[in-house]
T-cell receptor
Framework: AQSVTQLGSHVSVSEGALVLLRCNYS??????LFWYVQYPNQGLQLLLKYTSAATLVKGINGFEAEFKKSETSFHLTKPSAHMSDAAEYFCAVSDPNFGNEKLTFGTGTRLTIIP | EAGVTQSPTHLIKTRGQQATLRCSPISGHTSVYWYQQALGLGLQFLLWYDEGEERNRGNFPPRFSGRQFPNYSSELNVNALELEDSALYLC?????????????FGPGTRLTVT
């Protein structure tokens, strides 16, 4: 079965500092990987996705993530944090046993930006 | 283009009652997914509908059920509500199953069971 581990349920960074949110996955076959963001009282918005093309994926709002097969990781980064980045971030992996349709989510990381 | 819409925004029910949640996918999307986001439990996959048929369900009891209509909108029904059913229920849609992979989420329905 697929699984996703997000290290750190809460991460705080200063405005302007590097954002690094960690995601590790387990999968018996090459997965598809996603990062979603959830702002308070809203649904999830897709930030970026990896679908076996380039290993460095650029997303919206200046975020990017790098797929590292050897480390089974898909960490999310942003060079300079902005106050508007405060939200909860979810890493998700697709399940190839169901045509990559079923997503398994990590438990989420709440990002706080310190002014 | 309108996004995924869900109704109602909030729903308050008492234990033992039934709840019906509704979802309208993005126009042209044929797959609809339901997730439960309960406090402390993260997002759990509930159901997946495509072309009117249930394709897969998560590890939830049978009192969680649903359907997809010919216009691809969907309904989630929860019977015999229990206190632990209190959660945010998120609906998502995708264009064509197995092709585009990304799912677009609605704002959710917050169900409170008292």
């Amino acid at each position: 079965a697929q699984s996703v581990t997000q290290l750190g349920s809460h991460v705080s960074v200063s405005e302007g500092a590097l954002v690094l949110l960690r995601c590790n996955y387990s999968s018996s076959v090459p997965p598809y990987l996603f990062w979603y963001v959830q702002y308070p009282n809203q649904g999830l918005q897709l930030l970026l996705k990896y679908t076996s093309a380039a290993t460095l994926v650029k997303g919206i709002n200046g975020f990017e993530a790098e797929f590292k097969k050897s480390e089974t990781s898909f960490h999310l980064t942003k060079p300079s944090a902005h106050m508007s980045d405060a939200a909860e971030y979810f890493c998700a992996v697709s399940d190839p046993n169901f045509g990559n349709e079923k997503l398994t989510f990590g438990t989420g990381t709440r990002l706080t930006i310190i002014p | 283009e309108a996004g995924v819409t869900q109704s109602p925004t909030h729903l308050i029910k008492t234990r033992g009652q039934q709840a019906t949640l509704r979802c309208s996918p993005i126009s042209g999307h044929t797959s609809v997914y339901w997730y439960q986001q309960a406090l402390g439990l993260g997002l759990q996959f509930l159901l997946w509908y495509d072309e009117g048929e249930e394709r897969n369900r998560g590890n939830f009891p049978p009192r969680f059920s649903g359907r997809q209509f010919p216009n691809y909108s969907s309904e989630l029904n929860v019977n015999a509500l229990e206190l632990e059913d209190s959660a945010l229920y998120l609906c998502a849609s995708s264009l064509i199953a197995g092709v585009t992979y990304e799912q677009y989420f609605g704002p959710g329905t917050r169900l409170t069971v008292t």
